[in-house]
């Protein structure tokens, strides 16, 4: 099953290379594809596009133990250019900004955002666009978790979600604006970004503050199991977090 939004074709004169990955609890290894330009693959000059995406495999192994295995049956990334964004969570096939291929990019993050988006967007997907805290918050603060995994320093995530919530704190115009039912036409937009992306990743933030990694990790594995291709949206997510801790 695939959400409508996610579907994405892209198609060019690429380099294809691929490696192997085996989630921790599966028994079969599946493909990691990657599409690149000849150019940019190991280039001498501006691009090292094998670099950059060398923390494809590890980001996976990191975020399957974190949540739950690895739900799909390949992972890719096709680099495109020219490119709004810096990447899409395409399911299973992230379109990825040329951009990040450049050697003093920092592009682990990124991918690391997109993905944890296979589990919180792809696997489970928000109900409408109404929910899109959901996920954009989840991949947001995955990014701080990866960037306490890669360093093993607790101070680089907390100054990772200062970050964050100061870049919400910068736009007061926002203040008094949910981060729940805004228009399409507008959450994308500078002025939205922190509340679509900083403010709703203070949710799992303060829920890992609140609960503790143990209880906090267990609950969102079992919510990703219990909506696994399926929807969600503000009220079950409340719903499942207070059934799951009435008695704490």
């Known amino acids: 099953p695939i959400a409508t939004y996610l579907i994405n074709a892209t198609a060019s004169i690429y380099k294809e290379y691929k490696e192997k990955f085996k989630s921790p609890n599966i028994l079969d290894s599946i493909d990691l594809l990657y599409y690149v330009w000849e150019s940019d693959y190991n280039a001498e000059g501006d691009f090292n596009a094998k670099r950059k995406l060398e923390t494809t495999a590890a980001s996976l192994e990191y975020f399957s133990n974190q949540f739950i295995d690895y739900p799909f049956s390949k992972y890719g990334q ?44 792809d696997l489970v997907t928000a109900i409408s666009w109404d929910d899109i805290w959901f996920k954009e918050g989840a991949a947001t603060w995955s990014e701080a978790l990866w960037t306490l995994e890669k360093t093993k320093d607790s101070t680089k995530y907390y100054n990772y979600m200062r970050d964050e919530a100061n870049g919400y704190m910068n736009i ?59 929807n969600i949206d503000a009220s079950k997510f409340i719903n499942f977090f207070k059934e799951k801790t009435k008695d704490i």
């Open 172 to 230: 007061s115009k926002i203040f008094t604006i949910p981060i729940y039912g805004n228009s399409p036409d507008v959450m994308f937009t500078p002025d939205y970004v922190p509340l679509t992306y900083n403010k709703a990743s203070w949710i799992y933030h303060q829920l890992k503050i609140l609960l503790g990694d143990e209880l906090l990790f267990s609950i969102l594995r079992e919510l990703l199991n219990e909506y696994r291709f399926s």
């Open 78 to 121: 096709a680099v495109v250019y020219p490119f709004i964004y810096g990447a899409m969570e395409n399911q299973t096939m992230t379109t990825i900004n040329r951009l990040l291929m450049l050697k003093t990019s920092p592009a682990d993050l990124t991918i690391a955002h997109e993905i944890a988006h296979q589990w919180f967007g």
